[in-house]
């Protein structure tokens, strides 16, 4: 599975896209699955530090419960309006809880620098390995999409 940087450097161009969507409102929903197989939807705020995609969250949430018996997740960014003028984003992946203090502390410098804010504590973090990335887009009459599958190149589709 690749991490955040190894997904930019196969996507490049659909990377910085959509890791741009996501930066644009600094919010996400966060798509995983309960243990029961049903799917929830949460609101989850992402950070793209260290050539990694971050997920922190409150210990005990089920969200948190959920990507820890089973890690695939997808991610899509804040919808700003029905005509997708900014475009979709989606990222698809599993899951890694992280537990080293050296990562821990990582994240929470990259977080403070970002938002310019402490991490609320206590937290349960995760790494998100990318599987998939995803742009919805309108250009004139057609909806493009833009996506990369892991060891695929990326591919343009486009609907009218």
Known sequence: MA???????????LAAAVRG????????????IRRDGS??????????????????MMPGSRKGADLCGDPRCALHSATTDKNVTEGDAKINGRAAVVTGAESLDAYQAAWAAATATPVP??????????TGLSMIGVAGEELTIDF????????RTTRT
């Open 39 to 56: 799917p929830r939807v949460s609101g989850v705020e992402p950070l793209f530090a260290l050539g990694e995609l971050w997920l922190g």
């Open 3 to 13: 991490n955040w940087s190894e997904a930019e450097r196969a996507a490049p161009e």
């Open 121 to 130: 504590e206590p937290f349960t973090l995760f790494r998100i390995d990318v």
């Open 21 to 32: 969507r996501f930066e644009a409102h600094g919010l996400a929903i966060l798509a995983t």
């Open 148 to 155: 990369w599958r892991e060891g695929e190149q990326p591919r």
